[in-house]
């Protein structure tokens, strides 16, 4: 608990007083050629299930799309959040400016259109992953898949052992999504603005760095 957390990749120099980071990846490098992999048991087909896109670490400029596209998921979900706690999933432009400084982002892209995006961070041996979204029409098509791979191959590369995740009683579709990629409830349960938010966790085999 002493450890500080570090942030993954090179800081933005923006909101140095923000709540602390879980410790980044050291290097969010760019995964190319990702196809629509290890999805094939969502119940979705989608026409889009053959297209190309490419997941990559978010710079600054992806800001407003990322914005577009955590909005663009959860709206489907706001009545059944507080108004709180909506806010703090779908971010606004102070608070994405914070995440991209402690958090590593990356992003999927097609067509130079953001349609999924995810968040991941270290802390000793611990990783934590937060914020991932998927544009609804790009659902079902293995974006999900290959944005947790890459943070978690990321996460792995910096020595973490296990990641952990939140999630929320409305997130239904997201829980079975985690526990078919090996997450299981830690029986942690916080409060998240007056709901209930529920600890996922997993280990990582195979870390690279520090044995």
């Avoid at 800081?11 to 290097?27: E, W």
Wanted: charged fraction near 25%.
């Amino acid at each position: 608990m002493a450890d500080r957390p570090r942030r993954i990749g090179p800081r933005t120099g923006h909101d140095r007083t923000a709540r602390k980071p879980a410790r980044s990846c050291t290097d969010c490098s760019l995964i190319n050629g990702w196809r629509n992999a290890d999805d094939n048991a969502t119940h979705e087909e989608s026409s889009m299930a053959t297209s190309d896109y490419q997941i990559r670490k978010a710079s600054e400029k992806d800001s407003d799309a990322i914005l577009g596209c955590l909005h663009t998921a959860f709206e489907p979900y706001r009545t059944q959040y507080t108004p709180q706690g909506f806010a703090d999933t779908v971010l606004d432009f102070e608070t994405i400016r914070r995440r991209m400084y402690d958090m590593c982002i990356l992003v999927a892209v097609s067509g130079g259109r953001i349609v999924g995006t995810i968040g991941c961070a270290v802390k000793g041996r611990e990783g934590h992953l937060r914020g991932m979204a998927v544009s609804p029409e790009w659902q079902g098509t293995g974006v999900a898949a290959a944005l947790l791979h890459a943070a978690e191959t990321e996460l792995q590369n910096n020595g973490c052992r296990c990641v952990t995740l939140d999630t929320t009683a409305p997130l239904k579709r997201a829980t079975r999504f985690y526990e078919k990629h090996g997450f299981s409830a830690t029986g942690r349960v916080s409060d998240f603005f007056g709901m209930p938010l529920c600890e996922y966790s997993k280990a990582l085999s195979g870390s690279r760095r520090g044995g």
